[in-house]
């Protein structure tokens, strides 16, 4: 989990709220080049896609209330979401 510790690179959060739909793909397309190493190590874990997206906000420090707007789920699911998966990385 130590390789997980490295904090993401240049990212600007408001291009992810622009997208018209966020997923997991899209975010590593956005942010890929300038983080290879955080991406590769999320990777490379036993994680699900939603999952490797919520390893990803779990740096930038959102609000859970912004993320429930952006991804349009309650704040409730967002809370389980990043529950499950520190657990799943043993945080």
Do not use: C, G
């Amino acid at each position: 989990n130590e390789n997980l510790k490295l904090n993401p690179q240049n990212i600007n959060i408001n291009k992810v709220f622009e997208l018209k739909h966020v997923d997991w793909v899209k975010i590593k397309e956005l942010f890929y080049d300038d983080n290879k190493i955080f991406f590769d190590n999320i990777e490379n874990k036993n994680l699900s896609k939603t999952e490797k997206m919520y390893a990803f906000f779990d740096y930038l420090n959102i609000a859970h209330k912004d993320l429930s707007n952006l991804l349009n789920v309650s704040v409730r699911t967002i809370e389980t979401n990043f529950y499950r998966t520190r657990r799943k990385l043993n945080q």
